[in-house]
């Protein structure tokens, strides 16, 4: 993740939930007031978020201090102890709802990647993500896909071009499409076409399409279809594949599969937070 966009969207983030102050705290807790706030796992999946901890309670207070104990990428448990913050009880109850809503969510990412990954079992085949993800939360998410095992599809319109359905519907054809982007975008810029017959991805394969979906399609059809792509053109499954159905695509010629189910449908993984103020439950 981009640390400067991470801590500005934290700061956007705060700023939404706090406002102009906190009535729950600052009213009740004067800054001399210290304390210890642990976060704890309470179910089992893998962690994904050590930096938004770090940095959100930094931008509330540098004086605070964050003893990590899980790192992103590990397994976590019922009962293991993932962090603890140290400061002033004011500034760590102020984060704490943001802070959890962030990694519970991104934890929850990488773990149901990680289950789609598993559930494949085939190294041949990446697992990657799609554009359905919550507006704001994107580079989040995408960062919680990579850190289950998985991998990114573009990060937005900006970094390909990408010819669904409706563009060759409203433009009118796979071959005349692809044309006009060619001509229109550097080289830099791969061009991936969405198809769904076996006319359309013959029109990709002759247009020079750099990527081709086979959207909606059976593994069967897939298996056929790929035959007529040739290996230089990579190839990308999506569209109706859950985690049961995933087996059924091990051992097929195609490059990635894309599931929008691991940013669109996802359980956050339950972390609790909970503080202790006195001198011997801190020590």
């Known amino acids: 993740m981009n640390p400067w966009r991470r801590k500005q969207q934290l700061e956007a983030f705060f700023t939404e939930d706090i406002g102009e102050h906190d009535y729950s705290t600052d009213f009740l807790f004067p800054k001399s007031h210290h304390g210890r706030l642990t976060f704890t796992s309470k179910a089992e999946g893998i962690f994904c978020g050590a930096d938004i901890i770090i940095d959100g309670y930094q931008l509330l207070d540098a004086a605070i201090s964050v003893d990590l104990y899980i790192h992103d990428g590990d397994w976590v448990r019922p009962g293991d102890t993932i962090a603890t913050i140290d400061g002033p009880v004011g500034e760590l109850l102020k984060g704490e709802r943001v802070i959890l809503n962030l990694i519970q969510r991104m934890s929850g990412i990488a773990t149901l990647t990680n289950k789609a990954v598993e559930a494949l079992n085939d ?22 896909v990579r850190t289950g095992g998985g991998y990114n599809h573009r990060f937005g319109l900006y970094d390909a071009v990408m010819l669904k359905d409706n563009h060759i519907a409203f433009f009118g054809s796979v071959r005349e499409a692809v044309a006009r982007a060619k001509a229109a975008v550097g080289h830099t810029v791969k061009i991936e076409v969405e198809t769904e017959t076996e006319n359309q991805v013959v029109e ?58 691991l940013t669109h449908s996802v359980k956050a993984l339950d972390i609790s937070a909970r503080v202790a103020t006195t001198k011997e439950e801190v020590r």
């Open 123 to 144: 190294e041949n085949i990446r697992i990657c993500d799609t554009r359905k993800t919550t507006p704001g939360l994107r580079s989040f998410e995408k960062y919680a």
């Open 204 to 261: 990709a394969v002759e247009a020079g399409a750099d990527i081709i979906m086979f959207d909606n399609r059976t593994p069967s059809e897939i298996q056929h279809l790929s035959t007529l792509v040739p290996a230089s053109i990579t190839t990308e499954a999506s569209g109706g594949i859950t985690l049961e159905t995933l087996p059924d695509y091990r051992g097929l010629e195609i490059d990635y599969i894309s599931l929008g189910l």
